[in-house]
């Protein structure tokens, strides 16, 4: 019997679909799904051509949302990279899990071993597990003062701290299993994808299912894109812009490979694949290297507001989503912690809060069953706001002292430009005791390093 593979998507987390149908996690052992999670970094909500980009070529991602559900309401758990990334690992929304911020070399910050990480919740399971690409969940990478990958569960790693060094070209910054591996000859997300895939045919005991993670670093910040990718944009003047949209391409380019991968090594059939990102685009969008789009949403990166945070989500399970729908039920990137666990055949912690939930139900248009609202923050936001959290349609911002607030109704405003905080008071009211109560129970619970961070 096949086994089914769940490849989830970074950068993910929006599911409410139409017409597709959900199917219970697998029983028995020889049915447990392998599990792939694929992130991008710094992926707008816009940048895909499936999300309705006019210029950025990505062939692979639009033929793959064909295959199955793209998602229009998934969200990261963070505006920002490191704790977006910590809340898919944990099921736990980022301050609660002490991954409140990016992480600088040498912070303090990082994923506590305290913490339940999926690879290590799988990997006693029965699951072999590898990590690829942008790790960002500690200050002391590859050093013993802090957990690395394999401290979390990861069998096989082959990752950088933070961003390819010293670009996307040639890097020379990865370590591979706590061993660095020199200056690598060619293009980050490509180069990736090719330990994903040499991982999958060499490394891997193929008795056991998988989880393995693959976290580009396309397209943050420093961009550099291979000819091959600028040539598919000859009318393009602006030498940024085409840098830029080239790589979200060269992106695009390396996801294909892994999914021609698993065909020719016959494992696609029953696949499951989320792809997603870990927050909104970088920079303004026009005069910056980052000129991801966010589709036509309020605010980017380090912003709460809804290009801050909504990204792209796709999923893909032959044979159990219908290809082509698309699901409008939001999602979170906590979500997948829970989903993966459940698919696989496991029980999430009960001994600690989980913030998410299980995806799949949004799959039959359903609300994901979650104990508590959706919630943001964002210690270095662009604006005064720096908190917000949403409730059905209804969302509210707020400053960190919670003291000022703003209150959209997404249904009906996605793009924020109707503050209703005057004209629905008992709305605001409402959100107000909802957030307080949900902040104060986070605070409580985290670690205390941002109280006292300097790298604010």
């Not at 994923?111 to 597990?129: D, F, H, I, M």
């Not at 696609?268 to 970088?282: C, K, L, W």
């Amino acid at each position: 019997m096949l086994r089914r593979i769940v490849f989830l998507y970074a950068a993910l987390v929006c599911l409410g679909c139409a017409g597709a149908q959900l199917w219970a996690a697998p029983a028995s052992a020889e049915a447990r799904p392998n599990i792939v999670i694929f992130l991008a970094d710094d992926l707008g909500y816009g940048d895909l051509g499936c999300y309705g980009h006019p210029i950025i070529q990505t062939p692979n991602l639009d033929a793959f949302a064909k295959q199955g559900t793209r998602f229009t309401q998934c969200y990261a758990a963070s505006a920002v990279c490191s704790p977006s990334r910590s809340s898919i690992v944990t099921g736990r929304t980022p301050y609660r899990n002490g991954v409140f911020n990016w992480i600088p070399a040498g912070s303090e910050i990082h994923l506590q071993t305290s913490e339940v990480a999926l690879p290590r919740l799988l990997k006693e399971r029965g699951y072999a597990t590898c990590h690829v690409g942008k790790w960002h969940l500690n200050g002391h990478f590859n050093e013993p003062t802090q957990p690395q990958p394999n401290d979390h569960g990861y069998d096989w790693w082959m990752a950088t701290q933070n961003n390819a060094a010293p670009s996307h070209e040639n890097p020379s910054n990865f370590v591979r299993n706590g061993q660095p591996v020199g200056t690598l000859a060619g293009y980050s997300a490509p180069l990736v994808v090719e330990e994903a895939i040499a991982w999958l045919k060499q490394h891997r005991d193929q008795s056991q299912p998988f989880l393995l993670s693959v976290w580009t670093h396309e397209p943050h910040y420093p961009i550099k894109s291979a000819p091959e990718f600028k040539a598919r944009y000859p009318d393009l003047t602006d030498e940024v812009q085409r840098e830029h949209h080239a790589n979200v391409t060269q992106l695009d380019h390396a996801f294909g490979t892994l999914m021609q991968a698993l065909d020719a090594l016959n494992l696609a059939d029953d696949t499951v694949v989320f792809f997603t990102s870990d927050n909104g685009p970088e920079g303004d969008g026009i005069t910056t290297p980052g000129r991801g789009s966010t589709g036509g949403l309020r605010g980017r990166k380090r912003s709460v507001y809804e290009g801050g945070i909504r990204v792209p989500g796709i999923v893909r399970w032959p044979g159990k989503t219908q290809p082509g729908t698309t699901c409008d039920v939001p999602v979170i990137g906590s979500d997948l912690f829970v989903t993966a666990t459940e698919i696989a055949g496991g029980t999430p912690p009960t001994d600690r809060v989980l913030d998410g939930g299980n995806l799949l139900a949004a799959l039959e248009g359903r609300p994901v069953d979650r104990a508590r609202p959706l919630y943001w923050r964002c210690p270095i936001a662009r604006e005064p706001l720096k908190t917000a959290m949403r409730v059905g349609n209804w969302k509210i911002l707020a400053d960190e002292p919670l003291t000022k607030f703003e209150l959209y109704n997404l249904k009906d405003d996605p793009q924020e430009t109707q503050n209703l905080s005057s004209t629905h008071r008992s709305k605001l009211a409402e959100m107000k005791a909802k957030l307080v109560k949900l902040n104060t129970e986070i605070e409580a619970e985290g670690p205390d390093w941002w109280q006292r961070a300097t790298d604010r």
